[in-house]
């Protein structure tokens, strides 16, 4: 979706920071280092968005403004359809 033309060290970073910032302090007081997995499609969301923006702001990336990349995010995630069998 970013279109990044190279997958940078900031970008990494701003993916692992997001992800820990998913996590509250009392889940982290009770060991916790992820979100919960009923979280996955918010939580991933917010990562792709942030490792969108610093691509674009690093100028490896798609040229999208902040109102655009959360629709542009939207947009491209899978979402699951499943047929009935009857």
Same mark, same amino acid.
């Given at each position: 979706?970013?279109?990044a033309r190279e997958v940078t060290d900031r970008m990494?970073?701003? @993916?692992?920071?997001?992800?820990?910032?998913?996590?509250?302090?009392?889940?982290?007081?009770?060991?916790?280092?992820?979100?919960? *997995?009923?979280?996955?499609?918010?939580?991933?969301?917010? *990562?792709?968005?942030?490792?969108?923006?610093?691509?674009?702001?690093?100028?490896?990336?798609?040229?999208l403004d902040d109102e655009s990349l959360p629709r542009?995010?939207?947009? @491209?995630?899978?979402?699951?359809?499943?047929?009935?069998?009857?």
């Amino acid at each position: 979706m970013a279109e990044a033309r190279e997958v940078t060290d900031r970008m990494f970073r701003v @993916a692992a920071e997001c992800l820990a910032g998913q996590v509250s302090g009392d889940e982290l007081a009770a060991g916790v280092l992820y979100p919960p *997995i009923r979280d996955l499609r918010r939580v991933s969301t917010r *990562i792709a968005e942030a490792v969108a923006r610093e691509g674009r702001d690093s100028g490896v990336g798609r040229s999208l403004d902040d109102e655009s990349l959360p629709r542009a995010v939207a947009d @491209a995630q899978w979402e699951p359809r499943y047929q009935p069998l009857a």
